[in-house]
């Protein structure tokens, strides 16, 4: 954000009456919802109304697929430049634009004063002072110069009109130099600029906070709303900032989730990548029929840098592009949250519970026959959890499992750090079958290769069983 905090918007009419807004560097995500950069108190907003941004430095709103539409004094629009002065509305907000650039200070061309027509200027030396910052005197002829001490004095400094019948003084006058104590000023101030240019180049962020690259960004609003007489069903996607978010309803199966998760860098350029591939900012911004006593709503709304389109389908089959895109969003859903539970029908999930759940009390029970029992019946009770995540009401037995679920990780660990003691000491005593036999016990109990327990203990081993055939 600048240091610049003059506001750039102010509200006018609303709920938000007299609240003043500034714009960060990077732009910012105005709505009702409290994911929003700029949350506004009006319900009748969107969740994600509009964006504002910097183009070339210059203040720009973008709508992000609203249901009521951003307005630009009066007339809807998709993305435009702001002026001073233009009134934005959005719902039953009223937004005065009060600066358009990035320093907070309107774009507004300095004109100078010209001189009074008729008058002549005989310079004195602030007018050659003026005259070197591009600027001219507008004073009226009859007011004579004031000497403030800060400049040399002039012989003949008087403003004549023509036609008065006065002689101009032909005596010689003094050099007109620029004052010594402004030649002073102008040198510091070079100096100054000069070591701000170093400072910026020296710095690592280029001395001031980093400017994220165009097209680098990536947030995407996905809703789809499917309703008839006997059902409603909801799915919405928000990924914005690297966060990721999924809340799905269901009435007909008492299905009521959402799942919440961060995204790697990595895994965000490659759907970046995907979607540029898909050509989804050429769809229609809407794709609608109509169809009785159904209400079947697709709707997706992508960021990317300053690029924001909207693409809605209702009551029809979605064009080829577009359900590649909203199967390449809840596939991505799915894998990021590990929402797979979603794939079954209520009654095959509850009864995959059952089974887990009957299955980790068994192997508890055996958890001292078998060195893997434990580990095992852990695993168990975790996938009765996420068989029912997505179901309410959850059956009898499901705290019960979250609960002993908790019991097995606390025991593997202690067993766990229990061997691990025996295992070091063995081999500080180099006695190495020992360590041997408490290390293959420990990787035994925790069989999960990619956990780091499991890793370190296979490399004490590998060591030990080296020491061990010497």
Known sequence: MSDYES???????????????????????MGRA???????????????????????????????GSANGSLVNGKEVHEQALAVGDELIIGETSIRVVHNTLNGAPSVAASGASAAPGVEKIPSAESVDQAQKGKKSSLPS??????????RKVKKAVLLRHGDGADEDDGEKEPRHVPAVLWMVAIIAILAAAVAVVVRVLSPSGGG?????????????????????????????????????????????????????EIDDKVLASLRSSIR???FFELNEEYDALAPNTHDVKDITITMGHQVHRSRVVNRTDPEVFLKVRELLE??????????????????????????????????????????NLWTSMRAYKDVEIHLRTLDPKPDYY????????????????????????ADRAITLRDWEMAVRYLKMIRAQ???RGDERNDSARQKLLEAERNLDR
Request: hydrophobic share 35%; with cysteine.
């Open 399 to 422: 705290d019960d499992a979250i609960v002993k679920y908790r019991t097995c990780r606390t025991e593997i660990q202690e067993r766990f750090e229990n061997n691990l003691y025996q």
């Open 34 to 64: 409290h994911e929003n950069d700029i949350v506004l108190n009006d319900p009748s907003l969107s969740r994600f109304q509009c964006r504002l941004f910097f183009k070339d430095n210059d203040l720009w709103v973008s709508d992000l």
């Open 446 to 448: 925790i069989p999960d």
């Open 142 to 151: 009859s007011v004579k110069e004031i000497d403030l001490g800060l400049k």
């Open 277 to 279: 591939d898909t050509r």
């Open 7 to 29: 506001p750039h918007l102010i509200v006018e009419d609303g709920a938000d009456r007299g609240r003043e807004i500034v714009i960060p560097e990077s732009g910012a995500r």
């Open 331 to 372: 596939n991505f859903g799915q894998t990021q949250l590990g929402l797979v539970a979603l794939a079954l029908p209520p009654e095959k999930l509850r009864q995959f519970a059952e089974e887990a759940y009957q299955l980790a009390n068994d192997l508890y029970e055996a958890k001292n026959v078998q060195h893997d």
């Open 209 to 261: 906070p980093p400017r994220q690259p165009e097209g680098d960004n990536l947030a995407i609003y996905y809703e789809k709303v499917q309703a008839n007489p006997d059902n409603i069903f909801r799915y919405e996607m928000l990924l914005d900032s690297g966060k990721l978010k999924v809340t799905i309803d269901n009435l007909d199966t008492d299905q009521h989730l959402t799942e919440e998760g």
